[in-house]
């Protein structure tokens, strides 16, 4: 006679469970979406103008990140006491977040938020290289034609860039290397840290690199600037808010999805991440083209692919 409520209350769950998870996924989009506008509001401010440096934006995000993290640093260096470990957390934070950080924002000295957003599409791709190339791993045919046809795509945004910047193809090529930096760092911490919480993960990196990230500001005359004139105030700002939301907060709840949904539905956020960028891009004045829009078409086909679950063939 109970069955049916039962039976009920298991269904309500398991609905509730999945709109939880799909709004963690529409958050993560927007989050990272955004964080190119946020990179070129830092750059540039609201007129245009030059406000801080690539370095400077870069180097407040990090030193947000670590800073509203620090609270959690304690207990995490205790979880993670071996010094081999700790080593591989800052090479894990170097090559996926600190790097990336400046070289993104170096990109963005010269092309558009919404070309930053697209490259970023390639990540899952680098992902399968380096797994490729550097662990040996087996990849199905059908993977490398998914990884082809998005190198592919992106060989057709750095044209449309040539074609429409004046030749800015090398720094768009700074945003292709922080996306090759991605795919090492997911690599290394799937055979290294697989063992570590990533939550200890991010707050140990992010924490640790907030010394060069106070000395890159020291350096760069940060602090000699007028801090409290309205553009310096608003540049810093939005990189603090990139750092506190775009780098720390993104990814604990990146994690937290990763717990309850796996891996392969978090993956899926490469896809939106493309269109809210653009999104952005296209409201606050960027051109969009066809051909740009086009090769972004092609680089999530080439992703989509990639990440389809194909069977190895068996040796005889």
Same mark, same amino acid.
């Given at each position: ?8 209350? %298991? ?14 996924? %529409?958050? *993560? ?34 030193? &947000? ?14 979880? %993670?006491?071996?010094?081999s ?8 934070? *170097? ?18 938020? &919404? ?48 074609? &429409? &910047? ?50 890159v500001?020291i ?5 000699? *600037? ?17 750092g ?15 717990k ?13 991440i493309?269109? %809210? ?14 051909m740009?829009?086009?090769?972004? *078409? ?19």
């Amino acid at each position: 006679m109970q069955a049916a409520p039962t039976t009920k209350r %298991v269904s309500s769950f398991s609905y509730t469970n999945k709109m939880v998870n799909w709004l963690i996924f %529409v958050v *993560l989009c927007l989050i990272w979406g955004s964080s190119f506008v946020l990179m070129k509001l830092g750059l540039y401010g609201l007129d245009g103008q030059p406000v801080l440096s690539a370095y400077q934006v870069a180097a407040i995000r990090m030193l &947000s990140a670590g800073l509203v993290l620090l609270p959690l640093a304690k207990p995490a260096m205790a979880r %993670v006491a071996t010094a081999s470990v700790r080593w591989y957390v800052l090479l894990s934070g *170097l090559l996926g977040s600190f790097f990336p950080a400046f070289l993104f924002c170096i990109a963005e000295t010269a092309i558009d938020s &919404s070309l930053a957003g697209a490259i970023n599409a390639m990540t899952p791709l680098f992902v399968l290289l380096v797994a490729t190339v550097v662990y040996n791993n087996r990849i199905p045919t059908m993977k490398w034609l998914g990884i082809i046809i998005g190198f592919a795509g992106c060989l057709l945004l750095l044209f449309r860039q040539q074609g &429409s &910047s004046g030749g800015n193809n090398a720094y768009a090529m700074f945003a292709v290397l922080a996306t090759m930096f991605y795919g090492f760092n997911v690599n290394m911490v799937k055979h290294k840290l697989l063992h570590i919480s990533s939550v200890d993960i991010a707050t140990l990196a992010f924490v640790f690199l907030t010394i060069p990230s106070l000395a890159v500001l020291i350096g760069t005359g940060y602090f000699s *600037l007028p801090l409290l004139s309205a553009p310096i105030l608003l540049a810093t700002a939005a990189a603090a808010v990139l750092g506190v939301f775009g780098t720390a907060l993104a990814s604990i709840l990146f994690y937290m999805l990763v717990k309850r949904a796996g891996i392969v539905f978090p993956s899926l956020v490469t896809y939106g991440i493309p269109f %809210v960028a653009i999104g952005w891009g296209i409201y606050y004045g960027e051109k969009i083209v066809w051909m740009q829009l086009l090769a972004l *078409l092609i680089i999530l086909t080439g992703v989509y692919l990639a990440n389809l679950q194909f069977p190895l063939r068996k040796k005889a």
